[in-house]
């Protein structure tokens, strides 16, 4: 079953995540178990990620391969995973 991906960061601006962002998400996209990216920000400095994933171990090859090189320095994101019970999609 898929997986809820919840990232947080504290420390991330919007204009941070954007930076990074113009290239992940063109290649997000077509990445293998990947099916939705949200992202906000909350007043007390927090950028809050949330992702659906077919896998944990799809998720992690993409973060490892493409997103943990490109964050900005002293940027450490919080990651955690739970299993969904249902999915409705399109």
């Given at each position: 079953?898929?997986?809820l991906l919840?990232?947080?960061?504290?420390?991330?601006?919007k204009?941070?995540?954007?930076?990074?962002?113009?290239?992940?998400?063109?290649?997000?996209?077509?990445?293998?178990g990947?099916i939705?990216?949200?992202?906000?920000g909350?007043?007390?400095?927090?950028?809050h990620?949330?992702?659906?994933?077919?896998?944990?171990?799809?998720?992690?090859?993409?973060?490892?391969?493409?997103?943990?090189?490109?964050?900005?320095?002293?940027i450490?994101?919080?990651r955690?995973y739970?299993e969904?019970?249902?999915?409705?999609?399109?």
């Amino acid at each position: 079953m898929a997986i809820l991906l919840t990232t947080n960061i504290q420390g991330q601006t919007k204009e941070g995540y954007d930076q990074v962002s113009v290239f992940l998400h063109q290649i997000i996209k077509k990445a293998p178990g990947f099916i939705l990216h949200i992202s906000y920000g909350t007043e007390d400095g927090v950028w809050h990620i949330l992702e659906v994933w077919n896998s944990k171990k799809e998720s992690d090859e993409f973060f490892a391969k493409n997103v943990a090189p490109n964050l900005p320095q002293g940027i450490i994101p919080k990651r955690s995973y739970i299993e969904l019970h249902s999915l409705v999609t399109p």
